[in-house]
């Protein structure tokens, strides 16, 4: 009886095990397919990967009013194009911390009512609660790239003109949330 009961345990022990490795390698196949994709699959989120462009390059040929190209956990990477005569559009954001880097045109800065000469090379750091607007006095479209901490932007969002971004509602309230810790 003894030796029969060991047996069906045996028989028992090996099928859990069987069933654990099915498991794991069906785990490791799904975490492979996911970075392949694009993320990274932890226990608890999603985490983006990493993100390499040339951003000259990007900045140069985008003809959008804006155009997210990355969303992270923490910060975000935007293009825009501001037309001769068009602006950003006077804004406070509430949470987030904006970099502006200038690459062409020219115009006109605005940091809670402070107003200075923008161009080639330049860049503004806006601090939450900052009115700020950029526009642009030149001739030529004015060309920006620009990082939001945190996210101020739907992931993957391309407006074409100012217009469209105001009419975007649910990308405007990206913005006005708290970030979360």
């Known amino acids: 009886m003894l030796f029969k009961r060991n047996k069906i345990y045996n028989q028992h022990t090996k099928l859990i095990l069987t069933f654990l490795v099915v498991c794991i390698v069906i785990g490791m196949a799904y975490a492979i397919y996911k970075t392949m994709t694009g993320t990274v699959v932890t226990m608890s989120k999603k985490i983006p990967m990493s993100y390499h462009t040339n951003i000259v390059k990007d900045t140069k040929e985008n003809t959008n009013f804006r155009k997210v190209l990355f969303t992270g956990e923490k910060s975000q990477l935007v293009v825009m194009s501001i037309p001769p005569g068009g602006d950003v559009g006077a804004e406070i ?22 107003k200075f000469p923008i161009g080639p090379g330049d860049v503004v750091v806006v601090v939450p609660g900052t009115l700020h607007n950029f526009i642009n006095t030149g001739i030529e479209d004015l060309k920006i790239y620009t990082v939001y ?13 100012q217009a469209d971004a105001a009419l975007d509602t649910a990308d405007e309230a990206v913005g006005e949330t708290p970030p979360v810790k």
Do not use: M, V, W
Request: glycine share 14%.
């Open 149 to 161: 901490a945190p996210p101020n932007h739907i992931d993957g969002r391309i407006h074409k003109t």
């Open 93 to 114: 954001h509430k949470y987030t911390e904006q970099t502006l880097f200038f690459l062409s045109g020219t115009g006109i800065g605005e940091l809670n009512g402070e």
